[in-house]
């Protein structure tokens, strides 16, 4: 999955367990600039902003943080975060597959009715147990 520079920003305050102010004191950046990214009410990043993350963490990779490319540490080591992505993802899956297998059922109930010859436009829906 492709990430953009604020979501490895966002990533990298995760890692490290601080808020955003935490990191942007931690980092010596203006906290209100930082959220304007973080919430995207800005778009382009400051490079002044990559620089203080890579000075302050230099355990975090360039390539990474800059173009998404390779691993969040210098050494290779890969993230918690990315994992609970993950699980995220995962349940969202499940989330979303139990809801198809809803309307799938229902789209049976539906050609099963218009089969039988009913007039599926003109059924009642019934709200509450009443019509």
């Given at each position: 999955m492709k990430t953009t520079v604020i979501e490895r920003i966002k990533l990298i305050s995760n890692e490290k367990e601080v808020s955003y102010r935490q990191f942007?004191?931690?980092?010596?950046?203006?906290?209100?600039?930082?959220?304007?990214?973080?919430?995207?009410?800005?778009k382009t990043i400051d490079l002044e902003l990559i620089i203080k993350i890579l000075?302050?963490?230099?355990?975090?990779?360039?390539?990474?943080?800059?173009?998404?490319?390779?691993?969040?540490?210098?050494n290779g080591?890969?993230?918690?975060?990315?994992?609970?992505?993950?699980?995220i993802l995962m349940k969202t899956i499940i989330d979303l597959s139990g809801q198809v297998a809803i309307l799938k059922e229902r789209v049976k109930q539906l050609e099963e009715q218009e089969t039988a010859?009913?007039?599926?436009?003109?059924?009642p829906i019934l709200?509450?147990?009443?019509?």
């Open positions: 942007a004191l931690k980092i010596e950046f203006n906290y209100n600039t930082l959220n304007n990214y973080v919430i995207e009410k800005t000075t302050t963490y230099p355990d975090i990779s360039p390539e990474w943080l800059i173009m998404g490319q390779g691993t969040m540490y210098k080591t890969t993230t918690t975060v990315a994992i609970d992505n993950d699980g010859g009913y007039n599926v436009a003109a059924t709200k509450y147990g009443k019509q």
